[in-house]
């Protein structure tokens, strides 16, 4: 795939708490480059779909908010996890380990045992 | 939980926008920023870092869009813009919205207020278990449909019948609660031992009645509805087992009755006493004074217990052929009894309201009609702007929703003032029992309805001008900008709607003037008496302190005497009776040297003293009036009504003729010694029946009624003879002093059809007003958009006249054709109406003649004023307009 793919929103709620887990308190910039990265640029995320994704988790209460200043000394609104936003982040991986073990079954078929 | 959370959280975002807005923008701009400096950082140039910082972003505007559409919830942001705006709208036409939510207001009040006693009288099932099962059950006569039960007949209904899981009887009855200084007379009834177990109602505190406690000779014991309790014993917890002297006899109270008991039939029955069967009228079979009701086994239906117990009276008339002759069994449902006679009044009456209501609908919705087409321009402008037919269309339902709330709600309002000012125009009498009109609105049945009524309404504003307005072609008509097209269009449906609106009127207005006929027939009925000037009181005489009757009959004459002696007095009479009442209180009686087959000749006895007939001013055709003389030691005597005369002694002079019991037993044979007119015995709507007066002396009774009649205002006589009964006898009960006429128009027949006519007439005239109103807006809406035309047709040379006999024509057209309308709904609606006229024909041609000749007047009247305008229209000026 050479076009960059946009994020879905189901799975998005899950890589930004685990960007923010992996890094602590952080930026929207820095958590839209982190996950730029990590998917080894394969993903592209604009303010469109990140900011109101943030402030979703922000209202179901898994992150909190609150302004300081960046590396760079530029004045910025950092993101940090909650307890609830831990506990969800449990939950999403179990769920989500559950669901991609099931379909890689799918996708790869091991031979019925004769 | 998350979600309720996220919920709560949008809500809130509803507030404090300004703050948010500027946050965005800092955490954007520092998210630009950061970008930038990586872009630098990366070896960009200046010019090429903004650049794919700023296509990185995907368009900040459209995130910024998102961004707050998650923050808080646009839907409800939207509902909230649009309530102000419609709000706004609303005031910005106070003359609008006032007559709108005044309309509103008044016909859902109007409405609703009928619902909430429909709802009481017929839909809410009767308190007591199973109540569908419990029936009416009683004997029938020829004359009565529904005649008394005799004791011993009951006894072998109760015995022989298969299709009664119990059977239990009831009758009237009356108490003198001794107090120590004077004697309170207190409304009671008695019934059968099983009676309170048939309707499925225990006591709420103390016992039942047991099996047998009916029977005579059982000790005397009472059980008190809750508001006797209250009121005569303040509510005292150890009220059970105590002994009150009821009419000079002690009685134990064994039970007090639930709060929520009620029985309509004996609705202000205060003390309920075992029937005891002793009197001499339960020990006779040919006397009559019990109605039974009974509950059904399981699967039984309502026929086949008629069938069941019509097989068993004939049975017993074969047994008993002297007291049982054609004596019969009727069964009707309980409710049926309780709720039946006031039902096509209450129907009538709703319909009315609704009709009210639909009326004011229709008006709002001509007037949303052309309110819309001024609002044409402002929605083409708004839909080409960007704003979604959906979003236009939204704006619509919540204006109407606004409308409605605002007017329904007052409307609601109103309805509880309304439902209790109602209750306070029914005569006590009717609401004895009946807790159900003085409950308040809020039933299940009531909320539904109005929900109901208010998601009707939204959608009808919603709809009329939306439609209206073709929201799709907006964008032609902001092209346009044209008047023509769109003006025909509304002509058409607000014309018709106009339409609607006379015929509604027209239909109200004939059921007004039939009722109000009806009101007028009833009151002129002939009563054969003069009512003014007539004071009346009913009066109990204990049997303890009076046990013969000559003791009664002197007690009485003292009693005449000395009231006769009170200032003013003219003359004083009294009566088992009074008249205006109710055809009842019957003998059977036989001629002596006619031919007899054993039928019952069916006539209204009462007793009365020598001056009573005068007293009334009832004309005395031939013979003479008793004397007070004429006591049991002389030969007795009788004076019959002009009926009684007309049905057995047709061509022939009844005086001197001698009649008796069924068996003609000599003590019973009286002589006709005097023919008076019909007194109206009867209330006013039913016939007059043959009649009997026999003199109060040779037949004398403990409770009677006293009238007097003097020279000046009949009630202020009345504390006077109050006192002196008082003085003469402290223990002797006196009930309902009043005066006749206040007796003859409480009386139901007349209450009911005034109440109805008063009620229907107000209908009525509001419904014109709406109908007039609404005519003259659709006649001046004309004119003012046909200003062009007329203005050519002026240019052209035509008259002032013949264009204003063009405007009248088309005002004369709608009217005609709601007229027609009306008419038709008209003669439907009066023939359901067919049963609560009185002396008139639901097609009674003078009334349906002046209410459409008043309503064509009215109509072209309301038309002539802008046909006039319109006619005065200046040509230069109207072609200068356009």
Redesign the interface.
């Given at each position: 795939m050479g076009e960059k793919t946009d994020v879905w929103q189901g799975t998005l709620a899950l890589m930004v708490l685990k960007t923010i887990e992996a890094m602590g308190p952080l930026h929207g910039y820095g958590i839209a480059r982190r996950i730029e990265q990590i998917s080894g640029d394969q993903l592209s995320l604009n303010y469109g779909t990140l900011y109101p994704a943030l402030l979703k988790l922000e209202q179901e209460g898994a992150i909190a908010s609150e302004w300081g200043t960046s590396e760079n000394n530029r004045k910025a609104k950092f993101y940090k996890l909650t307890r609830a936003g831990r506990r969800q982040i449990e939950q999403a991986t179990r769920e989500w380990e559950q669901t991609t073990s099931i379909l890689t079954r799918f996708l790869k078929p091991v031979k019925e045992p004769a | 939980m998350?979600?309720i959370?996220?919920f709560i959280?949008?809500c809130a975002g509803l507030f404090g926008k300004d703050r948010r807005e500027q946050?965005?923008a800092?955490?954007?701009q520092?998210?630009v920023?950061?970008?930038i400096?990586?872009n630098l950082r990366r070896g960009m140039t200046q010019e090429q870092a903004l650049r794919d910082a700023r296509l990185?972003?995907?368009?900040?505007t459209?995130?910024k869009?998102?961004?707050r559409?998650?923050?808080t919830l646009p839907i409800l942001e939207d509902l909230i813009r649009d309530t102000f705006l419609a709000v706004r709208k609303l005031r910005q036409r106070p003359l609008f919205a006032a007559t709108s939510l005044l309309m509103l207001a008044i016909g859902v009040a109007a409405s609703m207020t009928l619902f909430a006693f429909v709802d009481g009288a017929l839909l809410q099932p009767l308190p007591y278990r199973d109540p569908n099962r419990l029936m009416d059950v009683t004997e029938t006569t020829g004359r009565f449909r529904r005649a008394n039960l005799s004791y011993l007949d009951y006894l072998d209904w109760k015995k022989l019948n298969r299709v009664f899981n119990s059977f239990d009887a009831y009758t009237g009855g009356g108490y003198l609660l001794n107090t120590g200084t004077v004697s309170m007379p207190i409304p009671a009834a008695r019934v059968t031992d099983g009676f309170f177990r048939t309707l499925g109602v225990t006591p709420a505190l103390g016992r039942d009645f047991y099996a047998g406690e009916d029977l005579p000779g059982k000790p005397d014991t009472v059980i008190l509805t809750d508001a006797a309790w209250h009121k005569r014993f303040g509510g005292a917890k150890d009220v059970i087992g105590r002994t009150v002297r009821l009419s000079g006899v002690p009685h134990t109270i064994v039970g007090v009755l639930p709060s929520s008991f009620q029985f309509a039939p004996r609705g202000d029955a205060e003390l309920w006493t075992p029937l005891h069967a002793s009197s001499s009228c339960e020990t006779n079979r040919a006397c009559h004074d019990l109605y039974g009701v009974g509950r059904l086994r399981e699967g039984i239906t309502m026929q086949a217990a008629l069938a069941n117990l019509t097989s068993i009276a004939a049975e017993l008339e074969r047994r008993y052929p002297g007291s049982n002759r054609e004596q019969g069994a009727t069964v009707q449902p309980l409710a049926e009894l309780i709720a039946g006679d006031v039902r096509p009044i209450l129907l009538m009456l709703l319909c009315g309201g609704a009709l009210l209501l639909l009326i004011a609908c229709v008006n709002i919705a001509s007037l949303l009609l052309a309110h819309s087409e001024s609002r044409r321009r402002e929605l083409a402008v708004r839909s080409s702007l960007g704003a979604s037919r959906g979003r236009l269309l939204s704006q619509f339902v919540t204006e109407a929703l606004v409308l409605v709330i605002a007017g329904a709600g007052s409307g609601f309002l109103l309805t509880g003032f309304a439902v209790r000012g109602l209750v306070r125009l029914i005569p006590e009498y009717m609401l004895a029992g009946r807790p159900y009109l003085e409950s308040g609105v809020l039933t299940l049945h009531g909320l539904v309805m109005g929900a109901v009524l208010t998601m009707l309404m939204a959608a009808w504003f919603t709809i009329i001008p939306s439609v209206h307005l073709h929201l799709s072609d907006l964008q032609t008509s902001l092209a346009e900008g044209s008047r023509g097209s769109a003006g025909r269009m509304w002509r058409r449906l607000g014309s018709n709607l106009v339409i609607i609106e006379l015929a509604i009127a027209l239909v109200l207005l004939v059921a007004a003037g039939l009722l109000t006929k009806s009101v007028s027939r009833l009151t002129h009925v002939e009563l054969n008496l003069v009512a003014d000037h007539l004071a009346v009181l009913d009066v109990a005489v204990p049997a303890y302190r009076y046990p013969k009757d000559e003791q009664v009959t002197t007690f009485t004459q003292r009693m005449l005497e000395q009231l006769r002696a009170l200032p003013g007095v003219v003359s004083i009479g009294l009566a088992t009776d009074l008249p205006v009442n109710f055809n009842g209180n019957t003998d059977w009686i036989r001629f002596a040297g006619k031919p007899y087959h054993g039928e019952h000749n069916e006539v209204n006895e009462r007793d009365v003293t020598g001056d009573y007939l005068r007293t009334l001013k009832a004309p005395l055709l031939r013979g003479r009036y008793f004397s007070d003389v004429e006591d049991a030691s002389k030969p007795r005597v009788a004076i019959v009504n002009e009926a009684l005369a007309r049905q057995y002694f047709p061509g022939e002079d009844p005086i001197g003729k001698r009649f008796g019991n069924t068996d003609l037993k000599p003590d019973t044979m009286k002589e006709i010694v005097g023919v008076v007119a019909d007194v109206r015995e009867g209330s006013l709507d039913s016939p007059i029946w043959p009649a009997e007066y026999l003199p109060f002396n040779q037949n004398p009774a403990r409770n009677f009624s006293v009238a007097v009649r003097t020279v000046q205002a009949e009630e202020t006589i009345l504390p006077l003879m109050m006192s002196t009964i008082r003085r003469l006898d402290p223990e002797v009960g006196i009930m309902n002093p009043g005066t006749l006429n206040q007796r003859i128009d409480d009386s139901p027949s007349s209450y009911l059809h005034r109440l109805s006519a008063f009620l229907v007439a107000g209908f009525a005239g509001i419904a014109l007003l709406l109908g007039v109103v609404g005519l003259y807006g659709v006649v001046a809406y004309s004119v003012s958009q046909r200003t062009r035309e007329i203005g050519i047709r002026m240019a052209l040379g035509a008259e002032q006249r013949s264009v204003s006999r063009l405007i009248l024509r088309e005002a004369g057209r709608l009217t005609a054709a709601g007229i027609a309308g009306g008419l038709v709904c008209a003669l439907f609606a009066t023939t359901l109406m067919k049963k609560i006229l009185f002396g008139v024909t639901a097609w009674d041609v003078p009334t349906l003649a002046s209410v459409v000749v008043f309503l064509a007047v009215v109509s072209l009247l309301a038309s002539y004023i802008p046909a006039r305008r319109a006619a005065r229209v200046n040509p230069v000026e109207a072609l200068r307009t356009e």
């Amino acid at each position: 795939m050479g076009e960059k793919t946009d994020v879905w929103q189901g799975t998005l709620a899950l890589m930004v708490l685990k960007t923010i887990e992996a890094m602590g308190p952080l930026h929207g910039y820095g958590i839209a480059r982190r996950i730029e990265q990590i998917s080894g640029d394969q993903l592209s995320l604009n303010y469109g779909t990140l900011y109101p994704a943030l402030l979703k988790l922000e209202q179901e209460g898994a992150i909190a908010s609150e302004w300081g200043t960046s590396e760079n000394n530029r004045k910025a609104k950092f993101y940090k996890l909650t307890r609830a936003g831990r506990r969800q982040i449990e939950q999403a991986t179990r769920e989500w380990e559950q669901t991609t073990s099931i379909l890689t079954r799918f996708l790869k078929p091991v031979k019925e045992p004769a | 939980m998350k979600s309720i959370r996220a919920f709560i959280r949008r809500c809130a975002g509803l507030f404090g926008k300004d703050r948010r807005e500027q946050e965005i923008a800092e955490e954007f701009q520092a998210h630009v920023q950061m970008q930038i400096d990586e872009n630098l950082r990366r070896g960009m140039t200046q010019e090429q870092a903004l650049r794919d910082a700023r296509l990185r972003s995907g368009g900040l505007t459209a995130a910024k869009e998102a961004y707050r559409d998650r923050s808080t919830l646009p839907i409800l942001e939207d509902l909230i813009r649009d309530t102000f705006l419609a709000v706004r709208k609303l005031r910005q036409r106070p003359l609008f919205a006032a007559t709108s939510l005044l309309m509103l207001a008044i016909g859902v009040a109007a409405s609703m207020t009928l619902f909430a006693f429909v709802d009481g009288a017929l839909l809410q099932p009767l308190p007591y278990r199973d109540p569908n099962r419990l029936m009416d059950v009683t004997e029938t006569t020829g004359r009565f449909r529904r005649a008394n039960l005799s004791y011993l007949d009951y006894l072998d209904w109760k015995k022989l019948n298969r299709v009664f899981n119990s059977f239990d009887a009831y009758t009237g009855g009356g108490y003198l609660l001794n107090t120590g200084t004077v004697s309170m007379p207190i409304p009671a009834a008695r019934v059968t031992d099983g009676f309170f177990r048939t309707l499925g109602v225990t006591p709420a505190l103390g016992r039942d009645f047991y099996a047998g406690e009916d029977l005579p000779g059982k000790p005397d014991t009472v059980i008190l509805t809750d508001a006797a309790w209250h009121k005569r014993f303040g509510g005292a917890k150890d009220v059970i087992g105590r002994t009150v002297r009821l009419s000079g006899v002690p009685h134990t109270i064994v039970g007090v009755l639930p709060s929520s008991f009620q029985f309509a039939p004996r609705g202000d029955a205060e003390l309920w006493t075992p029937l005891h069967a002793s009197s001499s009228c339960e020990t006779n079979r040919a006397c009559h004074d019990l109605y039974g009701v009974g509950r059904l086994r399981e699967g039984i239906t309502m026929q086949a217990a008629l069938a069941n117990l019509t097989s068993i009276a004939a049975e017993l008339e074969r047994r008993y052929p002297g007291s049982n002759r054609e004596q019969g069994a009727t069964v009707q449902p309980l409710a049926e009894l309780i709720a039946g006679d006031v039902r096509p009044i209450l129907l009538m009456l709703l319909c009315g309201g609704a009709l009210l209501l639909l009326i004011a609908c229709v008006n709002i919705a001509s007037l949303l009609l052309a309110h819309s087409e001024s609002r044409r321009r402002e929605l083409a402008v708004r839909s080409s702007l960007g704003a979604s037919r959906g979003r236009l269309l939204s704006q619509f339902v919540t204006e109407a929703l606004v409308l409605v709330i605002a007017g329904a709600g007052s409307g609601f309002l109103l309805t509880g003032f309304a439902v209790r000012g109602l209750v306070r125009l029914i005569p006590e009498y009717m609401l004895a029992g009946r807790p159900y009109l003085e409950s308040g609105v809020l039933t299940l049945h009531g909320l539904v309805m109005g929900a109901v009524l208010t998601m009707l309404m939204a959608a009808w504003f919603t709809i009329i001008p939306s439609v209206h307005l073709h929201l799709s072609d907006l964008q032609t008509s902001l092209a346009e900008g044209s008047r023509g097209s769109a003006g025909r269009m509304w002509r058409r449906l607000g014309s018709n709607l106009v339409i609607i609106e006379l015929a509604i009127a027209l239909v109200l207005l004939v059921a007004a003037g039939l009722l109000t006929k009806s009101v007028s027939r009833l009151t002129h009925v002939e009563l054969n008496l003069v009512a003014d000037h007539l004071a009346v009181l009913d009066v109990a005489v204990p049997a303890y302190r009076y046990p013969k009757d000559e003791q009664v009959t002197t007690f009485t004459q003292r009693m005449l005497e000395q009231l006769r002696a009170l200032p003013g007095v003219v003359s004083i009479g009294l009566a088992t009776d009074l008249p205006v009442n109710f055809n009842g209180n019957t003998d059977w009686i036989r001629f002596a040297g006619k031919p007899y087959h054993g039928e019952h000749n069916e006539v209204n006895e009462r007793d009365v003293t020598g001056d009573y007939l005068r007293t009334l001013k009832a004309p005395l055709l031939r013979g003479r009036y008793f004397s007070d003389v004429e006591d049991a030691s002389k030969p007795r005597v009788a004076i019959v009504n002009e009926a009684l005369a007309r049905q057995y002694f047709p061509g022939e002079d009844p005086i001197g003729k001698r009649f008796g019991n069924t068996d003609l037993k000599p003590d019973t044979m009286k002589e006709i010694v005097g023919v008076v007119a019909d007194v109206r015995e009867g209330s006013l709507d039913s016939p007059i029946w043959p009649a009997e007066y026999l003199p109060f002396n040779q037949n004398p009774a403990r409770n009677f009624s006293v009238a007097v009649r003097t020279v000046q205002a009949e009630e202020t006589i009345l504390p006077l003879m109050m006192s002196t009964i008082r003085r003469l006898d402290p223990e002797v009960g006196i009930m309902n002093p009043g005066t006749l006429n206040q007796r003859i128009d409480d009386s139901p027949s007349s209450y009911l059809h005034r109440l109805s006519a008063f009620l229907v007439a107000g209908f009525a005239g509001i419904a014109l007003l709406l109908g007039v109103v609404g005519l003259y807006g659709v006649v001046a809406y004309s004119v003012s958009q046909r200003t062009r035309e007329i203005g050519i047709r002026m240019a052209l040379g035509a008259e002032q006249r013949s264009v204003s006999r063009l405007i009248l024509r088309e005002a004369g057209r709608l009217t005609a054709a709601g007229i027609a309308g009306g008419l038709v709904c008209a003669l439907f609606a009066t023939t359901l109406m067919k049963k609560i006229l009185f002396g008139v024909t639901a097609w009674d041609v003078p009334t349906l003649a002046s209410v459409v000749v008043f309503l064509a007047v009215v109509s072209l009247l309301a038309s002539y004023i802008p046909a006039r305008r319109a006619a005065r229209v200046n040509p230069v000026e109207a072609l200068r307009t356009e």
